[in-house]
């Protein structure tokens, strides 16, 4: 079983949809979660940082299930520039220890 | 903030030679690097995790002899590429914590090598 594992994709939606993504880790050890965002060729970017209580920053909202194991990221009013890989990252388990990426859902969004 | 500078951001050489990819922390102490390597649609792979004075962690798979990393100092991490062949063209990258934490994690703009 792979690590962090993601939503094949892609996902194309109109400027303004709401959009869902999922991701399952499979290490109970790791601590840290997060989604990153890249564009084509360019180093990830943090999009936020995933709590167990859950955590919103403006038109995103992140979910973690420790049970379960299982994170979400929901984008609301979809916007051009939303148009991205979000790749679903978990540290492999305290802190300092790499981060282990998930293979990423693209995101296209149209006008 | 803190800033990872990797050069060279392209590097395309011919089969059998060697390259060198060097990352630096510029403003903070790095005793940890992680290199990573992205093909094509296809998620960062982490390659290994280099510690400053010590031998580097290689992942299952990667062979240590075909790329070896250096972490001489704690500003200075460098992956080389041994006797570089084409399946070697990938997006490498390079990131380093703040001591102690997941929370900052800074990575450098990459290196895209194609062997030819």
């Known amino acids: 079983r792979k690590e962090v594992e993601q939503d094949p994709g892609p996902f194309n939606v109109p400027e303004g949809a709401t959009v869902a993504f999922n991701c399952t880790y499979s290490n109970s050890a790791s601590q840290s979660f997060f989604w990153y965002r890249q564009d084509c060729r360019k180093e990830p970017k943090l999009l936020m940082s995933v709590y167990s209580s859950g955590n919103e920053d403006g038109r995103f909202t992140a979910q973690l299930n420790r049970a379960s194991q299982y994170i979400s990221l929901l984008i609301r009013d979809s916007k051009l520039s939303d148009s991205a890989t979000y790749l679903c990252v978990v540290n492999r388990d305290g802190a300092g220890t790499a981060l282990i990426f998930g293979k990423g859902t693209t995101l296209s969004v149209s006008s | 903030g803190a800033v990872v500078s990797q050069h060279p951001s392209r590097v395309i050489c011919k089969s059998g030679t060697s390259v060198k990819i060097e990352c630096r922390s510029l403003d903070f102490q790095a005793t940890t690097m992680f290199w990573y390597r992205q093909f094509p649609k296809q998620s960062l792979m982490l390659m290994a995790t280099?510690?400053?004075?010590?031998?580097?962690?290689?992942e299952q798979g990667v062979e240590k002899d075909k790329f070896l990393i250096n972490h001489a100092s704690l500003t200075l991490s460098t992956l080389t590429v041994t006797s570089a062949h084409p399946e070697d063209s990938s997006f490498y990258i390079c990131?380093?914590?703040?001591?102690?934490?997941?929370?900052?994690?800074?990575f450098g703009s990459g290196t895209q090598l194609s062997v030819l």
């Open positions: 280099s510690n400053e004075g010590s031998k580097a962690t290689y």
């Open positions: 990131s380093a914590p703040l001591t102690g934490t997941n929370e900052k994690l800074f």
